[in-house]
């Protein structure tokens, strides 16, 4: 993974001291919270409902054992002994102290981490697919461009005054791991007929009050023009942006507002414009990054088969463990979201488990899914069992993933000081429902998001089946939603009618779920069946 | 009645005007009538509060209680996890907060 070179240490390192001093000056009152306020939100620190919150950025979401373990010190030294991993890749700290906010993040700066850009009208963390590097269906390690544009985007003065928050992903392959088209802007790594790697390039998506899929901007952007073209794409919504009106500045109205085949030209126009610049990444200044990103020493003629005698590993083997790139190897995914706990939260110790687990056996890699699971990307087929007996007693082999149990909620009423309604309690009563593994199996993928408000950071508007939590005359509503993705086939969800309370949006999500399996062709998934029929005929059966 | 509420500066704990004070317990919170306002830019100033607000709260037995569901979450800490509630040990601490 990529290392600090002594540019990125210092800015970092200078950056704790600036805000060091920035508190001590809140806490003497040499600022008010007016003042203040812009500071801590630029260091990640947010004020929630029980106290201060600090996002930590993960970038691309790879960690290596030190980073890790250093999360699980700082939950157990600052927090009260857990963080919370969210739909960014990146970790929450729900208990922190402002006074304590310099030392965290100074302790922070010592495993080359900080949570600069994780809040405020910014660049914010770049994601990835959380397989790069390891899938067997991707072109190459989309990470080196992340790292790229992290570095070029970070501090960058065109770039400090955004109109709004500004969220970019890059994957490599065609199956779509990370919501790609729910950002503002995504990059797919894709080869020409030429057999040249260039990018296909996505504008204007993004979840929120206001959602919009991304559209195809361009069908291929040459490797080496990519940050010419990302600087014309937010050259653009920097000129034109809705600047008067919060609930307007996203770039996704700019480019409804604009439509697409003009917002296309004027990025086109611009892009023109930065190419005579000459800001692009050298090949050489590419290959120093890439060198950071080379594959492991993966081990030849390992036996690829696994020994399934064990029923409860061999179930979470079929359900965890996905196809890696390179013979004998597999990559295992990491459940957060046993039943009835708090999805996407890890204690220290179980931070720890996985941290020991990375380093002696996946290469000292962890990765973050935007689903709130972590991955142990590179792990020997022949040590599946050992790792798998390790997760075991740390309570974190649950067999979920992408079933109706993997439920992504955002942290909603409980934490959250924009919620409407608490998003958690829901995301454990419908595990608690399905809880039994044989009905988790046969429902097969179905993907439940559940957000406390029209924020979205649940992903309501992706899942097979949505929730969103409102408001109704002070007390917690829930409508639902059915038919969104952000996969591959990305679609926006849709509302089906009146919402429910917290009770009734459980039992209404199990109609639907009945409704789909009365309605089923073989082999279909939810999604798929939703699809063929359409909403009305689920409908029918939520609201009789 | 009214109640007085915000977080603490340094350690962002919630707290509740107490008629001369904060206190992390809603139990303690007193009824600011119609001085609310006056007693929030005094105190923010002092920075003995942050972002302070006035909330609608109903007198019981018990104590205060906040009428909105946010502000009694706030008042007991998240639903979710009542092993770091302010009173972990009292089973009944939250009844009355959904
Ligand atoms: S969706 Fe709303 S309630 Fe949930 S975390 Fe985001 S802002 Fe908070």
Known sequence: MYKYDQYDQAMVDARVEDFRDQVRRRIAGDMNDDQFKPLRLKNGLYLQLHAYMLRVAIPYGTLNSRQLRKLAEIARKYDRGYGHFTTRQNLQYHWIKLEDAPDILAELATVEMHAIQTSGESIRNISADQYAGAAADEICDPRPWAELLRQATSFHPEFSYLPRKFKICVISSPADRAALRWHDCALRIVRNEAGEEGFEVYAGGGMGRTPFIAYKIRDFCPAAQIFSYIQAILRVWNLHARRDNIHKQRMKILVHDLGEEEFRRQVEEAFQHFLTLDTDFPQAEYDRIAAYFTPPPFETGLPDDIDRSDPDFALWVDQQVIAHKTPGYAIANISLKPIGGIGGDATAEQMEVVADLAERYSFDDVRVTHAQNLVLPHVRKQDLYAVWQALHEAGLADANLDLVTDVIACPGLDYCTLANARSIPVAQKIQRRFAEMERQLDLGELKIKISGCINACGHHHAGHIGILGVDRKGTENYQLLLGGSGAEDTTQAKITGPGFDEDGVVDAVERAIERYRELRDPGERFIDTYRRVGLDAFKEAIYG | ?98
């Open chain 2, 1 to 98: 009645m009214r109640l007085l509420t915000g977080n603490d500066l340094k350690t962002g704990a919630v707290i509740w005007w107490t008629g001369r004070d904060w206190s992390v317990h809603v139990e303690d919170a007193a009824d600011a009538g119609e001085h609310g306002e006056a007693i929030l830019a005094a105190e923010e100033g002092a920075r003995r509060v942050n972002g302070g607000y006035m909330i609608d709260a109903i007198d019981t037995t018990q104590g205060p209680r906040p009428a909105h569901i946010k502000d009694r979450i706030r008042a007991r800490g998240p639903t979710v996890r009542p092993d770091l509630n302010l009173k972990p040990a009292d089973p009944a601490a939250g009844d009355w907060v959904i």
